[in-house]
């Protein structure tokens, strides 16, 4: 079976500081694999996907990119944290080429900047 | 551009209930419409996806229901369960590979 694994959990960085969560799944090949944010009182928002390695498309410019170095690795970075880039960050996989596409996510990283 | 709403914002129910959530979307050209399940703190929990050209989808107490051409879903949970007690999420896929999510409705059920 497919699992997927998010670090770390919980995440408190000062503003101006550097960010990288790391996303993993287990038990597939060749995923789709996204970054979405959730933060207070707004619905989940879709920041990158990635269709393959190196492949990365990004839905909102911000001050955060993503890659993704392996098949199965898919990683969150920020050189500079600012305020509005806390909330909650899921990753999620779906099987590529399938029909029915089903999204399924990770346990996600709580982000808390100061 | 794509646009879902969920209605009610939060409900609370007493254990026993049959309920239903609602979810609408502005453009009826999508590709499926997926229910997740939330925890306070936690992932999303796919519960059922529906394709575009499918009425409706069933998993032990809970039926997901689409309407396309009006831009609507149901989620209907039988016989609730304080266990059930969780925010429902709907969201629609259109051509990209983006799903675009409602806000949610937060479900108490109280025993």
């Known amino acids: 079976s497919q699992t997927i694994h998010q670090w770390p959990a919980t995440l408190v960085q000062p503003v101006g500081s550097p960010l990288s969560l790391e996303c993993t799944v287990e038990?597939?090949?060749?995923?789709?694999l996204y970054w979405y944010r959730q933060a207070a009182g707004r619905g989940l928002q879709l920041l990158f996907y990635?269709?393959?390695?190196?492949?990365i498309s990004s839905e909102v410019p911000q001050n955060l990119s993503a890659s993704r170095p392996q098949d199965r690795q898919f990683i969150l970075s920020s050189k500079k944290l600012l305020l509005s880039d806390s909330g909650f960050y899921l990753c999620?996989?779906?099987?590529?080429?399938?029909?029915?596409?089903?999204?399924?996510f990770g346990p996600g990283t709580r982000l808390t900047v100061l | 551009k794509q646009e879902v709403t969920q209605i009610p914002a939060a409900l609370s129910v007493p254990e026993g209930e049959n309920l239903v959530l609602n979810c609408s979307f502005t453009?009826?050209?999508?590709?499926?419409l997926q229910w997740f399940r939330q925890d306070p703190g936690k992932g999303l929990t796919s519960l059922l996806l529906?394709?575009?050209?499918?009425r409706e989808q069933t998993s032990g107490r809970l039926n997901a229901s689409l309407d396309k051409s009006s831009g609507r879903s149901t989620l209907y949970i039988a016989a609730s369960q304080p266990g059930d007690s969780a925010t429902y999420l709907c969201?629609?896929?259109?051509?990209?590979?983006?799903?675009?999510f409602g806000k949610g409705t937060k479900l108490t059920v109280n025993p």
């Open positions: 529906i394709q575009s050209s499918q």
């Open positions: 453009d009826s050209a999508i590709y499926n």
């Open positions: 969201a629609v896929k259109g051509g990209s590979e983006k799903l675009v």
């Open positions: 990635s269709v393959g390695i190196g492949q």
């Open positions: 038990g597939t090949s060749n995923p789709n």
């Open positions: 999620a996989w779906s099987l590529r080429g399938s029909t029915y596409n089903e999204q399924f």
